[in-house]
C-alpha cells in the first residue's frame, strides 16, 4: 500500500491502521506541513514532493501497490482564495501525477481523501447525491479530482473510494498552523496564554471530527467490497458553533476562555452534512464526543515541544487579504 501525505495529522493515523490489519505501507511526504515524528513505525519512508512527476514514477521502483491512500494536500480553505496557483498545484496536479502512474501500473483501488469543502455551504443535511458547489479554490481543486478520478475509473477501470470528512482535529494536528484547523489555532493561543481568535461573530457552525472517528474507517476502504466506486461523507454529527468551540477548548485545557474577534471573510456560514450512507455500508456510528476529543487533543498537546507559529511564504494575491495574514513588512 502507498499512503501520501503520511507524516500528515489524519495520514499518520491512516498509516496506523492500515499497519493495524497487516499491511505493508510505503509513505511519501515532504513534510511541509507534517512531521518526520508522525510516521508509524514500519512505514518504508520516502521524502519527496508530488508535484514532482518523476519522483512520483520512481515511487512503484518499490513494487506494485495494490491500493493508494492519497491523502497529501494543503487543506487551508480560506487561504487558498489568495494562493491559488500554490493550491491547484499542490491539491490538483500533484493528485493528477499519481493518478497517472496509478494506471500505467495498473492500480487496483485509488482511495481519495477529499472534504466536504466541495459542497459549499448548506444548513441541511447534504448528502452525496448533492451537486456540489465548492466555495473555494481547494474545494474545488478538491472535486475536480474526484471527477477526474471517475473520469479514469470510467476509462481505465481503475476503481476508487472517495471521502468527504469534515473539521477533523484531533492528537498530530499541528497546533502551531496559522491558517486553518480551528480546533488546534484555539488550543495553540490558549496555551500560550493569548485571547482565541474568532473571525466574524462566531457563530458559523461546524460538525467537529475527530480523528478516530475517521482514520480506521478510510484505512479499511480495500476490505468492503460495497465501498468501491462510491462517495461517502464522514465525521461528526452534532455541530456547534465556533463560539461554542473556544469555550469547550478553554474547559479542557483549565484557562479562561477570552475571545478576539476578527473581521468575518469569505467562507460558509454553516455546513452539515448526512452520514446515512456510510453507517450503512461500514456499519459504523460516531464514537468520540466533542468534549471527550478535545480533552484527549489537550492532554496531547500539553506534552509537545513548542513550535513557532509559523507564517505562509509566497502568498499570490494581497488584494482583500485579511490583516491578521498580511507578510510581515
Request: net charge negative; glycine share 8%; aromatic share 10%.
Amino acid at each position: 500500500m502507498l499512503v501520501t501525505g503520511v507524516g500528515g495529522f489524519v495520514g499518520s493515523h491512516v498509516a496506523d491502521h492500515c499497519l493495524a490489519l497487516g499491511m505493508e505501507v510505503v509513505g511519501i511526504d515532504d513534510f511541509s506541513g507534517g512531521s518526520a515524528e508522525n510516521v508509524p513505525r514500519g512505514v518504508e519512508m520516502v521524502i519527496g514532493d508530488l508535484r514532482d512527476a518523476s519522483l512520483v514514477r520512481s515511487l512503484w521502483d518499490r513494487g506494485p501497490f495494490n491500493c493508494i491512500y492519497h491523502l497529501a494536500a494543503y487543506a487551508a480553505e480560506s487561504l487558498s482564495h489568495y494562493i491559488r496557483r500554490f493550491n491547484y498545484e499542490n491539491n490538483l496536479l500533484a493528485s493528477v501525477n499519481l493518478l497517472n502512474e496509478a494506471v500505467r501500473h495498473e492500480t487496483e483501488l485509488f482511495v481519495f481523501v477529499s472534504s466536504s469543502a466541495v459542497y459549499g455551504q448548506g444548513t441541511e443535511p447534504l448528502t452525496e447525491q448533492v451537486l456540489p458547489r465548492p466555495f473555494d479554490p481547494y474545494g474545488i481543486a478538491k472535486y475536480a479530482f474526484e471527477m477526474d478520478l471517475q473520469a479514469a475509473h470510467a476509462l481505465f477501470g481503475i476503481e476508487y473510494v472517495i471521502w468527504r470528512p469534515h473539521n477533523i482535529y484531533g492528537e498530530r494536528q499541528n497546533i502551531a498552523d496559522h491558517y486553518r484547523n480551528v480546533v488546534g489555532i484555539f488550543m495553540n493561543q490558549g496555551l500560550r496564554g493569548e485571547p482565541m481568535t474568532v473571525v466574524g461573530d462566531g457563530f458559523q457552525s461546524r460538525a467537529f471530527s475527530h480523528v478516530d472517528d475517521v482514520a480506521p474507517w478510510i484505512a479499511r476502504s480495500p476490505l468492503t467490497p460495497a465501498a468501491r466506486n462510491q462517495i461517502f461523507n464522514i465525521g461528526a454529527e452534532t455541530s456547534h458553533t465556533v463560539l461554542e468551540l473556544a469555550e469547550r477548548v478553554a474547559a479542557a485545557l483549565g484557562t479562561p476562555c477570552r475571545i478576539r474577534h476578527l473581521p468575518a471573510r469569505p467562507e460558509p456560514s454553516h455546513l452539515m452534512v448526512d452520514h446515512a450512507k456510510f453507517r450503512r455500508i461500514f456499519g459504523a456510528s460516531e464514537a468520540v464526543g466533542l468534549d471527550e476529543g478535545i480533552r484527549k487533543m489537550a492532554e496531547w498537546a500539553r506534552g509537545q515541544k513548542h513550535r513557532p507559529t509559523a507564517r505562509f511564504e509566497g502568498i499570490e494575491i494581497l488584494r482583500n487579504l485579511p490583516d491578521h495574514w498580511r507578510p510581515a513588512r
